[in-house]
């Protein structure tokens, strides 16, 4: 049985995105005499007959939803990826995964929508620079960012900084003095606001701020977000001969990396240090952590709920909320010496 020619093997034949066959099965006016010549021509070479997808694409309905992540390995990402990959049942769409990279990911979307390969878009901790932002206009493609903001598109922007801020005031109020915190390498504006907010309890509560509290690890995977990094920072901490009373990690990994190396230097957690983490992953109820949790799995399912709607109505008014994480307090943060 002769195997059926597909859409994407007319686009390679003819060197063309798809987007760009889809208009000429559509009868576009946007397409070049000679681009169109050019697919009608490989059309006819493979003997292409349009079945229910192609025809999606030629009346102009998003087929394939993209969804941009910098990782696919972090625990934060998973859960988002879940909550997305849970909702997109209900919608008529195929997806695909982008791995942009922690480095220069606003050029790794330039590069794929220079492919013309999404009729929709979801992306995860990622800005749209000013290029994306002209060839996503001149196309009209569906669009929400989560964790990022921009104002020409719908979002669901986390609040880092109330995030840090509970950390901070949630240890002041345990009765911890000297605190410090596992921060990152990524220059991110997540990691800014959640240190920044952090200190800014600590000020307001008018505790000292020891700097020499405040280290990363040497492993710059992620950005820092790592076990590895909790690790090192904690072995940085023996090195100096001082440990904070309790210490805030810029993520549950990293507070997983923290714990095991304080085990491994004979130290218990919350008896001899405290440690709060970041994100509230599922691994942290089993390890009985102190966490902010960002409701990532529903933030998942309500940014495609919203790349739905828009899909169904894209003159609708801009979705543009920020959410407030809360915090979960666990045995990991007890103060054993409190009063």
Not at 164 to 174: P, R, S, T
Not at 183 to 211: C, H, P, V, W
Not at 229 to 247: H, I, R, T, W
């Amino acid at each position: 049985m002769a195997k059926k020619v597909t859409i994407y093997e007319v686009a390679n034949r003819a060197k063309v995105a798809i987007s760009t066959v889809s208009r000429v099965l559509n009868e576009s006016p946007n397409v070049s005499p000679a681009t169109k010549e050019k697919v009608e021509k490989a059309i006819k070479e493979l003997n292409f007959r349009p079945q229910v997808s192609a025809r999606k694409l030629a009346s102009k309905e998003p087929q394939m939803l993209a969804i941009a992540v910098p990782s696919f390995t972090t625990p934060y990402f998973n859960e988002v990826l879940k909550g997305v990959k849970d909702e997109i049942k209900k919608m008529d769409l195929d997806i695909i995964m982008y791995n942009t990279g922690s480095k220069n990911p606003e050029e790794a979307v330039q590069n794929f929508f220079d492919r013309g390969t999404a009729d929709a878009v979801i992306l995860l901790s990622i800005d749209i620079s000013d290029d994306v932002h002209a060839l996503l206009q001149a196309t009209n493609t569906p669009v929400i960012m989560v964790n990022g903001s921009h104002p020409h598109y719908s979002y669901i922007m986390l609040n880092d900084y109330r995030g840090g801020y509970l950390a901070g005031e949630h240890l002041v109020k345990q009765g911890f003095e000297n605190i410090g915190m596992i921060t990152t390498f990524l220059n991110s504006r997540s990691a800014q606001q959640r240190e920044q907010g952090f200190r800014d309890a600590l000020k307001n509560y008018r505790m000292k701020i020891d700097e020499d509290l405040f280290l990363s690890g040497d492993t710059t995977k992620h950005g820092g977000f790592t076990e590895e990094s909790g690790f090192e920072a904690v072995n940085k901490y023996e090195q100096l001969g001082k440990f904070p009373d309790a210490v805030f990690c810029s993520n549950d990994t990293q507070a997983v990396g923290a714990i095991y190396a304080l085990n491994q230097l004979g130290m218990k957690v919350p008896d001899d240090i405290a440690v709060m983490g970041y994100d509230n992953i599922k691994l942290s109820k089993y390890l009985d952590l102190t966490t902010i949790d960002q409701q990532m799995y529903t933030i998942g399912v309500q940014a495609t709920e919203k790349l739905s709607q828009i899909i169904k109505n894209p003159d609708q008014e801009l979705f543009q909320t920020t959410i407030d994480p809360q915090l979960v307090e666990r045995g990991s943060t007890k103060n054993m010496n409190a009063k």
